[in-house]
């Protein structure tokens, strides 16, 4: 019998990598920021860049202040309004298909393809055909998002959508750290959008984002709608609309000290995610990563049929674990007016997925209790079924 470990288990752990990296750090690049006094948007938000830029491969990086903000800065700078098609998957956080709708447009949800949870490129071959005959919106963009940490088809998507004149922003909210056949989260579409929210992989002590981008038109287009849409010659010459959009330098700090240590994590997250990969019950259906792709493992999701059942198994054994997402976006309140196609796979992935502890600092033995308590369950349930 493997034994319940001594300290409690997390989901998430935003506070270990305090210990592994010193207090004292943050402390001292915090009093740096309070010397100064560039509170918003300071010189730890240029370094900040230039290091995220580095590590994705990407030409440009801008942060701002949330992924949500990141999501919408990248659409501002595309010019998307009213009358325009967005194309989202309708299984991810909502932001994903806020950010478009806060900018006028019209989200268009696809459905996900049942392995990866990730968007389906037939869906969206199937969604775009539909507007097309419809003919009332203008076929503008397609958001990607890479679920869980585990990177789209990306070759499959960014040719549908270039083949119909639309461009992808990469929702890599949930990815960043994560490889599509050899490229980074961040280098992959036409541009990307991340959040260091402090459960994300890469995470901050509250909100943050960042835009990724090659071009140095967009790029410049985002720094601008950043700060209202000011002008780069004269700053109290606004020239598009724009919105409140900067990082805090303190966020930026806390960035610079995490970035020491993401690689480590990722290796750990990997560890983390094989030792159940290969030894968890086959009962449990696990999330597909795709071929000579690797998932930033924001979260481990398996799905299986008695998910309710197996989260209140796992909680009376002090796991943690959670449904994401118990609603796909298109069945929620504000959404329900855009809930206008079949979208079944999402449907049915919300009532069976369960995310269990998934941190880098994630130790054998409290591995051995999960994956023990996992398979109790997954051979009560096989053994009763026989
Ligand atoms: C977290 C998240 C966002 C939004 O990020 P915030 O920093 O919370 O605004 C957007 N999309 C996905 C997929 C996310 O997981």
């Not at 197996?310 to 069945?331: D, Q, S, W």
């Not at 880098?360 to 398979?375: A, F, G, H, Q, R």
Request: hydrophobic content about 35%; overall charge negative; glycine content about 6%.
């Amino acid at each position: 019998m493997t034994s319940k470990p001594a300290k409690p288990l997390n989901l998430f752990d935003c506070a270990t990598s305090q210990k592994v990296i010193g207090q004292e750090k943050f402390l001292d690049a915090f009093k740096t920021i309070l010397n100064h006094g560039g509170y918003a948007q300071g010189p730890e938000t240029r370094e900040l860049d230039q290091k995220l830029a580095a590590y994705s491969g990407t030409k440009f990086s801008a942060t701002c202040g949330s992924g949500t903000d990141a999501l919408t800065l990248a659409l501002m700078a595309w010019g998307v309004k009213q009358g325009d098609a967005v194309f989202v998957s309708s299984f991810t956080f909502v932001a994903s298909a806020e950010a478009p709708v806060l900018l006028g447009a019209t989200p268009i949800f696809v459905d996900s393809d049942p392995e990866t949870y990730n968007m389906n490129p037939k869906d969206l071959e199937k969604a775009i055909e539909e507007v097309k005959k419809e003919g009332k919106l203008n076929l503008k963009a397609v958001v990607a998002v890479d679920i869980f940490g585990s990177p789209c088809d990306y070759d499959a998507i960014i040719e549908i959508a270039h083949k119909n004149g639309m461009k992808v922003l990469s929702d890599s909210c949930q990815s960043y750290g994560s490889v599509y056949k050899g490229k980074k989260a961040g280098s992959i579409a036409d541009m990307s959008a991340t959040s260091f929210y402090p459960t994300k992989p890469l995470a901050c002590y509250g909100d943050g984002g960042a835009v990724f981008t090659n071009s140095e038109e967009e790029n410049e287009l985002v720094k601008s709608c950043r700060v209202h849409g000011m002008s780069p010659e004269d700053h109290y010459d606004n020239v598009r609309l724009g919105m409140t959009g900067r990082m805090n330098s303190f966020q930026a700090a806390v960035l610079l000290q995490k970035l020491t240590v993401f690689d480590q994590e990722l290796k750990d997250r990997y560890r983390v995610a094989s030792r159940y990969d290969n030894e968890l019950d086959s009962y449990f259906r696990k999330q597909r990563i795709l071929d000579n792709c690797s998932s930033a493992y924001a979260l481990y999701t398996i799905n299986c049929d008695d998910r309710d059942e197996l989260m209140a198994f796992l909680k009376e054994n002090g796991i943690p674990c959670g449904a994401y997402y118990p609603r796909p976006v298109h069945t929620q309140t504000a959404y329900a007016k855009w809930n206008n196609r079949s979208l079944p796979v999402c449907e049915k992935l919300s009532k069976t997925v369960l995310s269990i502890p998934m941190t880098p600092y994630l130790d054998n033995e409290d591995l051995d209790y999960v994956i023990s308590k996992m398979n109790e369950f997954a051979q009560m349930k096989k053994s009763k079924a026989a």
